[in-house]
């Protein structure tokens, strides 16, 4: 089962630029002037459908992102913005951490871990090009990746690509993956008679031993 990440990273405001406020609900075309003024104070929340993809600026459509309630369109979106401005770090932060979440949820409904293959793996690519970012992601937006990259490894352990599952493996613990889930997590068994996989066990022990928080002697595997 794949790793399930805190809650996501926080996109840090100075990051994102001030735009004037919409001034066309159906989020069309802008400069409608037929269009009422919508509460900014309270937005009403959008679907899809009510938002001109192609003509609204890639600013204009990330603010637009959290008034939409499925993940879906979310995800349609913030695919638009970052295909049309590969760095905007904010709407990566944010596309990586959707598509993480919708991989998750079907990866623990039964019967339906392969679907969530292309969420999990598009999450993982998307998550590398925050690493390459001139801006370097912080501490909690390394945690969130490097639980992304774990799950990448799942689903390449699954599929028999054990040495690219090793290669995602080792970039998840240089950032500090540290769920002991790794320790007996089925998806990676595919891995465990390998040399190098013992040894990125062995080398990263302590990390993924959880602390003694209650006094007793429990050990790591």
Not at 119 to 135: C, G, I, K, P, Q
Not at 163 to 192: K, N, T, V
Not at 195 to 208: I, S, T
Request: glycine share 4%; net charge negative.
């Amino acid at each position: 089962m794949p790793a399930i990440p805190p809650n996501p990273p926080d996109v840090p405001q100075d990051e994102i630029e001030p735009q004037p406020p919409d001034d066309a609900e159906d989020l069309g075309p802008p400069d409608d002037p037929d269009e009422p003024e919508p509460d900014q104070e309270n937005p009403e929340p959008l679907t899809l459908d009510q938002i001109d993809l192609e003509n609204r600026s890639v600013d204009e459509l990330f603010e637009l992102v959290p008034r939409l309630d499925a993940l879906e369109d979310q995800r349609v979106v913030l695919e638009t913005v970052v295909r049309r401005q590969p760095d905007h770090r904010p709407a990566l932060v944010r596309l990586m951490e959707v598509l993480q979440t919708m991989g998750v949820d079907l990866a623990i409904q039964e019967g339906r871990r392969e679907e969530s293959f292309s969420f999990l793996n598009r999450s993982a690519a998307v998550a590398r090009m925050l690493l390459e970012h001139d801006t370097p992601p912080n501490e909690k937006e390394k945690n969130y990746i490097g639980i992304t990259l774990y799950n990448e490894a799942c689903n390449l352990s699954l599929v028999g690509s054990e040495d690219q599952a090793i290669d995602s493996l080792r970039q998840a613990l240089e950032l500090g993956f540290s769920d002991p889930i790794i320790w007996d997590d089925p998806e990676l068994d595919a891995l465990r008679d390998r040399e190098d996989f013992a040894q990125l066990l062995e080398q990263y022990r302590d990390q993924l031993t959880p602390s003694d928080t209650d006094g007793s002697d429990e050990s790591s595997p």
